[in-house]
């Protein structure tokens, strides 16, 4: 049973960080791709980051880039995602992604197989 678990969410002021983790388990972690996404309140579920199987390529949406660092460790079977100068519209529930191939650095949520339950990230102004 694959089973990918965020957490690090929270409260943070404006102009504050934030690392949030997703464990997996249940799957070849090194032979996924891994992804960021958010949804925020009456709004779609938005590509955020995505980084390929060795973690030497990433991408960004462009409302983040130089803001948050996607990062992963195979070894832990954790994918990681720096946010750093926090914004009150970076508010959303973030989920993390397994991507079907080794490379999948798009937001395409159609190349994505496993999806976790999210974790609360509130920036407040």
């Known amino acids: 049973q694959v089973q990918l678990v965020e957490s690090g969410g929270g409260l943070v002021q404006a102009g504050g960080s934030l690392r949030l983790s997703c464990a997996a388990s249940?799957?070849?972690?090194?032979?996924?791709?891994m992804g960021w996404f958010r949804q925020a309140p009456g709004k779609e579920r938005e590509f955020v980051a995505a980084i390929n199987w060795s973690g030497d390529r990433t991408y960004y949406t462009d409302s983040v880039k130089g803001r948050c660092t996607i990062s992963r460790d195979n070894a832990r079977n954790t994918v990681y995602l720096q946010m750093n100068s926090l914004k009150p519209e970076d508010t959303a529930v973030y989920y993390c992604?397994?991507?079907?191939?080794?490379?999948?650095?798009?937001?395409?949520?159609?190349?994505?197989?496993?999806w976790g339950q999210g974790t609360q990230v509130t920036v407040s102004s």
């Open positions: 992604a397994a991507g079907k191939q080794l490379v999948v650095l798009t937001g395409t949520t159609a190349l994505y197989d496993y």
């Open positions: 249940g799957l070849p972690f090194s032979r996924h791709a």
